[in-house]
């Protein structure tokens, strides 16, 4: 089993940043594989950013690339989404999960945090 618990969340306005963490413990925490999702009110949850094991590669949605960076350390079992220049589209749950597989799809993770708000006014 693993734990997974976001924190970071809040309200800001358009161009203002935030860093979400997501803590992890239970298994070996750096043999998975690292995403983060978000779900927006009415809407299906939908990628955000993916980080493998090592921390060595990462992928991102377009609607986010060079906007957000995921990072992970596995020294303290934490990864981090750093979110800049935030625009009101952004405004979502945002959810970090676990996975031996990876993937832009929510199917292949085992393991989902209870989430963290992030709401940006315009």
């Known amino acids: 089993q693993v734990q997974l618990v976001e924190s970071g969340g809040g309200l800001v306005q358009a161009g203002g940043s935030l860093r979400l963490s997501c803590a992890a413990s239970g298994r070996t925490f750096r043999s998975y594989v690292m995403g983060w999702f978000r779900q927006a009110s009415g809407k299906e949850r939908e990628f955000v950013a993916v980080?493998?094991?090592?921390?060595?590669?990462?992928a991102y949605a377009d609607s986010v690339k060079g906007r957000f960076t995921i990072s992970k350390n596995n020294a303290n079992n934490t990864i981090y989404l750093q979110m800049n220049s935030l625009e009101p589209e952004d405004t979502a749950v945002y959810y970090c999960?676990?996975?031996?597989?990876?993937?832009?799809?929510?199917?292949?993770?085992?393991?989902w945090g209870q989430g963290t708000q992030v709401t940006v006014s315009s």
């Open positions: 980080i493998s094991s090592s921390g060595a590669a990462t």
């Open positions: 999960a676990a996975s031996t597989k990876g993937g832009r799809s929510p199917a292949p993770y085992d393991y």
